[in-house]
């Protein structure tokens, strides 16, 4: 069992940079393929970043790609998030999740989240 908790956000202006990191505690880390998401208010659960266990692989969604970089340190227990170039229409709550097979089901699933940290990139 793995806890998760975010941190880094914050407000920062457009075009500005900003890099949210993910703790966690208990568990195996290097065990879970981690994940980054979003929301905003009213809007629902948006994909942003995915990578795999070993750190040698990545996805990301077409809003954020080619300014975004996801990468973890499992000697430290960590996932972070680089985003550069911010625009307004990033500000979200952004969760970091660990995923795995629930055997429940067979299948890959994010199945622990972290509570979320806020970015708000202003105009």
């Known amino acids: 069992q793995v806890q998760l908790a975010e941190s880094g956000g914050g407000l ?3 075009g500005g940079s900003l890099r949210l990191s993910c703790a966690a ?3 195996t880390f290097s065990d879970y393929a981690m994940g980054w998401f979003r ?3 009213g809007k629902g659960r948006e994909f942003v970043a995915a990578i795999t266990r070993g750190g040698d692989g990545a996805n990301y969604a077409d809003s954020v790609k ?3 970089t996801i990468s973890r340190d499992n000697t430290k227990n960590t996932v972070s ?3 550069n170039s911010l625009k ?3 500000t979200a709550v952004y969760y970091c999740a660990a995923r795995y097979v629930v055997l429940a089901t067979n299948h890959w699933e994010y199945a622990l989240w972290g509570q979320g940290t806020q970015v ?4």
């Open 25 to 27: 505690s208990g568990g």
């Open 120 to 123: 708000t990139v202003s105009s």
């Open 88 to 90: 307004p229409e990033d």
């Open 39 to 41: 929301q905003a208010p």
């Open 81 to 83: 998030l680089q985003m």
């Open 66 to 68: 080619g300014r975004t």
């Open 12 to 14: 920062v202006q457009a």
